[in-house]
């Protein structure tokens, strides 16, 4: 494989199983055990209750995550593992390419699959042996939050802020700040009774109201949004009777198509151990750039 579509893919991974990967990781204010502190959620008004499920989850501190997306025909991809963001994000996943333009360059990268490592500082990806071959016989990239930032421009400012402070109780957080929630009803999900809640988020204005960015990076990333085709996102969530997250939904159009998410939570309080992999055989992803050039395509892709 040529060295620029090399990087042209390992940019392509960073992204898109960073940013999807972890999404609607959260937290809550349930205990180690993952009980909450609250009430049956199903007798309060949509935004009350969205409240408690905020805060139980967010203290919970740790869960199991399964997660199915595809954005057009450009990937289909699924997501299994666990995180806890008690200090920071941590956790591992592994990361499936099952279709679309992204799947067939995992192909020729030699893979379909690969684990995803997350740390407070940095995401790492783990590759293939026909991969290493282009990285000195390294197997692990890393990808900075803070080079992923300066590569991205205001989207990968964007990111950064997204990755680090990536918790279940998002898409909750999501629903808040949109202004517009209902409860659709009450369902079963995974054997268990859930209320399930329902609104529509203009993603340029809850960028606005929860970053860290500065104006002019907010002005430059709904400016990528708008190139991106990038308005309005659906979020979805169903909630249990101990007022945790356990499920969620997104969609939203988008240039490349219609992007959709579905992600499972189980196992609040689970233990979550994760290192950074030997730096013997981890290439740092800034380096690579600086050995072969730049790299084609935008960070903004999948946000």
């Known amino acids: 494989m040529k060295s620029t579509t090399v990087r042209r893919v390992a940019l392509s991974i960073a992204v898109v199983a960073a940013l999807t990967g972890v999404a609607a990781c959260g937290s809550t204010d349930a205990g180690k055990d993952g009980k909450a502190d609250g009430g049956d959620a199903i007798h309060l008004s949509p935004v009350a209750a969205l409240r408690s499920a905020e805060k139980s989850t967010d203290k919970a501190e740790s869960a199991k995550v399964r997660s199915?997306?595809?954005?057009?025909?450009?990937?289909?991809?699924?997501?299994?593992?666990?995180?806890?963001?008690?200090?920071?994000?941590?956790?591992?996943?592994?990361?499936?390419?099952?279709?679309?333009?992204?799947?067939?360059?995992?192909?020729?990268?030699?893979?379909?699959?690969?684990?995803?490592?997350?740390?407070?500082?940095?995401?790492?990806?783990?590759?293939?042996d026909a991969y290493a071959q282009q990285t000195g016989g390294k197997h692990w990239l890393k990808y900075s939050y803070d080079d992923l930032a300066k590569m991205g421009g205001a989207s990968g400012s964007y990111m950064k802020d997204q990755i680090q402070n990536a918790t279940p109780n998002q898409s909750v957080k999501m629903l808040?700040?949109?202004?517009?929630?209902?409860?659709?009803?009450?369902?079963?999900?995974?054997?268990?009774?859930?209320?399930?809640?329902?609104?529509?988020?203009?993603?340029?204005?809850?960028?606005?109201?929860?970053?860290?960015?500065?104006?002019?990076?907010?002005?430059?990333?709904?400016?990528?949004?708008?190139?991106?085709?990038?308005?309005?996102?659906?979020?979805?969530?169903?909630?249990?009777?101990?007022?945790?997250?356990?499920?969620?939904?997104?969609?939203?159009?988008?240039?490349?198509g219609t992007m959709k998410n579905t992600t499972f939570y189980t196992d609040y309080g689970v233990k979550v151990t994760a290192e950074a992999p030997p730096a013997g055989d981890t290439k740092d992803f800034a380096d690579l750039l600086k050995s072969g050039g730049t790299v084609a395509g935008s960070t903004g892709t999948t946000s």
């Open 68 to 128: 199915t997306t595809s954005v057009g025909d450009l990937m289909s991809m699924t997501a299994n593992g666990a995180l806890t963001w008690d200090d920071g994000l941590k956790g591992n996943l592994t990361i499936t390419y099952t279709g679309g333009q992204l799947a067939e360059m995992m192909k020729k990268a030699g893979t379909s699959s690969m684990e995803a490592r997350y740390l407070p500082d940095a995401y790492y990806a783990h590759m293939s």
């Open 176 to 256: 808040l700040a949109s202004g517009d929630v209902k409860k659709v009803g009450e369902e079963t999900v995974s054997g268990a009774h859930t209320t399930h809640y329902s609104g529509t988020v203009n993603v340029a204005e809850l960028a606005d109201k929860t970053s860290n960015l500065s104006s002019e990076q907010m002005s430059a990333l709904k400016k990528q949004l708008s190139q991106a085709g990038v308005t309005t996102d659906t979020v979805d969530i169903w909630i249990n009777d101990q007022n945790l997250l356990v499920k969620k939904t997104e969609k939203a159009e988008m240039a490349n």
